[in-house]
């Protein structure tokens, strides 16, 4: 026995309407399909992202100090690190201040510390447009490098500000943002012990830790002895930023 299936022209018409849906759905899933890529779990890692720490059973931290403004500070905490013998360490400088202090980065160029990039004008660079983001980077890039006689490759946005515009802009300049997983907190001026214990008590194994060298942070130098000699105490060596990505794994966090 034969069945006849009698579709209504009602029915065929919805048939069609799904049927059209599906392949246009389809034909838009293939056109967008490298737009889609860059939101798999697979290509994440393949996003520029800013750097908070490196995950390592070593015990090894780096120390980086922030310098926009001022003219007092730089100095006593360049003292104290030549006094603890302290040779590796980042500074991130706003080129204004370098161009400014010619003598004091020379000095930090001397004694053998790395100079990362504060940016130029110190605002936050995720409200600028994209020109104007790449102008800043830029115009830092060349007043550092003309002052070092080498090109920095660490960028640490001001008030470390950015999103996701920032980051592959960076990254297209060739600069790895740099944040922090430890916050001494010392531009609040919170007092020399409570800075030393807002360092110990998070200091960990692939740590980079903030500090300021301008003149808003009055009691750095006064707390950064004690930090040291403890750090050392616990086991800790002291690294550059550049040598702490070297050959480990970066921990990073990507904005949404």
């Known amino acids: 026995m034969r069945y006849i299936y ?4 009602k029915k065929l018409k919805q048939m069609f309407i799904i049927v059209t849906a ?26 520029p992202q800013a750097i908070f720490k490196v995950d390592t059973k070593e015990k090894k931290i780096a120390l980086t100090f922030d310098i926009s403004w001022g003219e007092l500070r730089a100095t006593p905490i360049l ?6 013998q302290l040779t590796k360490a980042t500074f991130f400088l706003s080129s204004p201040w370098a161009l400014r202090h010619a003598d004091v980065v020379k000095r930090i160029v001397a004694d053998g510390y790395e100079i990362g990039s504060n940016g ?17 980077i830029i115009k830092a890039d060349t007043i550092l490098s ?12 001001p008030y470390g500000d950015f999103d996701n515009r920032v980051l592959e802009i960076a990254n297209k300049l060739n600069y790895v943002v ?5 916050d ?9 012990e409570q800075i030393v214990q807002n360092v110990l008590t998070k200091a960990h194994p692939g ?4 500090f300021h060298a301008s003149d808003s942070a009055k009691e750095t130098h006064l707390a950064l002895p004690a930090i040291i000699d403890k750090l050392r105490a616990q086991g800790y060596q002291f690294v550059t930023v550049s040598e702490l990505l070297s050959g480990a794994e970066a921990n990073s966090q990507e904005i949404k």
Not at 178 to 182: A, G, K, V
Not at 184 to 192: E, F, H, I, M, Q
Not at 207 to 210: H, K, M, R, T
Request: proline share 2%.
């Open 120 to 136: 130029h004008k110190y605002d936050n660079y995720s409200k600028y447009t994209d020109s104007e983001i790449r102008a800043q």
């Open 146 to 157: 003309d002052l070092t006689g080498k090109k920095p490759t660490l960028l640490r946005l």
């Open 79 to 84: 003292d104290i690190l030549k006094e603890k």
């Open 207 to 210: 740590d980079i830790v903030l």
């Open 22 to 47: 599906l392949v246009l759905a389809a034909g838009l899933v293939y056109a967008e399909r490298d737009n889609i890529a860059v939101f798999s779990d697979g290509d994440k890692a393949k996003l």
């Open 6 to 9: 009698v579709v209504s022209a």
């Open 184 to 192: 001494s907190k010392d531009a609040l001026n919170p007092g020399v």
């Open 178 to 182: 740099i944040q922090w997983d430890t």
